[in-house]
């Protein structure tokens, strides 16, 4: 069910928990440009890494995540979660990735 804000909305096993499935954050460079970095969860166990810096016009979907960017996930991952924002599943995969790969 789609709500008046326009995000998808699932039913939980309490009341109604919002289900975007996507993180974004920005932040500035050392050289003083700001990134945006999105995440995707597509499904299938996979997340999405897209960055865009202020001063290029296409997103780069290529670069690898660093490990500042799998700690900026995991705690804005983790927030959510705790605020009912995030599927446990997401949290969980975000875990294992993240020890996995940063």
């Known amino acids: 069910m789609v709500?008046?804000?326009?995000?998808?909305?699932?039913?939980?096993?309490?009341?109604?928990?919002?289900?975007?499935?996507?993180?974004?954050?920005?932040?500035?460079?050392?050289?003083?440009?700001?990134?945006?970095v999105r995440v995707k969860f597509p499904g299938s166990g996979k997340i999405k890494w897209q960055f865009k810096r202020s001063d290029e016009e296409v997103w780069d979907y290529d670069t690898p995540a660093s490990p500042e960017d799998w700690k900026t996930l995991e705690e804005k991952v983790d927030a959510l979660y705790h605020r009912r924002r995030a599927a446990l599943r997401d949290w969980e995969l975000v875990k294992a990735m993240r020890a996995e790969h940063g």
């Open 3 to 36: 709500g008046k804000t326009g995000f998808l909305w699932g039913k939980a096993s309490v009341g109604f928990v919002l289900m975007k499935r996507d993180i974004e954050w920005k932040e500035k460079l050392d050289d003083g440009v700001k990134r945006t």
